[in-house]
């Protein structure tokens, strides 16, 4: 396995998802580039950058979930990264990702999650990806917070959410999962990229339908 592993490397050398450097999947430098978003600045509720005084991200809307953080901003290396793992197969990515989120996860709610449940991509995105690029990045999560993976989500048919503006987002997340428990009352659900809100909305309302009683998210990324 090993030798196999070296010849691989030799052929196709493991690269930097941020600079395209040899040697690591996301090199010293980047990582410590990365666009990370400040919790103390951030929106508590949904996230948003700077949004911890008055977020309009979250004026006048409800959630399903109480609380949301993501790791940085969807721009620079840490877009690099997610679109690397989720559309070009860099499957490896998912331990790096899932780390650096658990990392934060530990430091913003140390002890809180019961459990990781994750967003399933849907049918097409499986067929056309080969793997479940949201439920890779939940594997690492969980087991660096020492909980279980919680594959209680189920997702029927919907259009992909990256063609569509905010309202159409929100009317194709609605009503889309449904969740089969038991799950714990403390749920941690993860996802790549935290957009409208809507996807991870529908979702944690499924989860509170089947027996969770709070439901927060963490995202690896934020688009606003």
Known sequence: MRLREAFAELLFPTRCAGCDAPGALLCARCEADLPLISPADACPRCGAPYGRLLCTECWQREWAFSATLSLGEFETSLARAVVLHKDAGERRLAGVLGALLAARVREAWPDWPEGVAFVPATAVALRR????????????????????????????????????????????????????????????????????????????????????????????????
Request: aromatic share 4%; charged share 20%; glycine share 8%.
């Open 129 to 224: 990806r080969g793997f479940d690029h949201g439920r890779a990045i939940a594997e690492t999560v969980a087991s660096a917070l020492g909980v279980p993976l919680l594959s209680a989500l189920e997702r029927s048919a919907a259009r992909d959410q990256r063609t569509l503006g905010r309202s159409a987002r929100a009317a194709n997340a609605a009503g889309s999962f449904s969740a089969s428990g038991p799950v714990p009352c403390r749920v941690l659900l993860t996802d790549d990229v935290f957009t409208t809100g809507a996807t991870l909305d529908a979702a944690a309302s499924a989860l509170l339908v089947a027996g969770a009683a709070e439901v927060r998210c963490a995202t690896v990324a934020r688009a606003w």
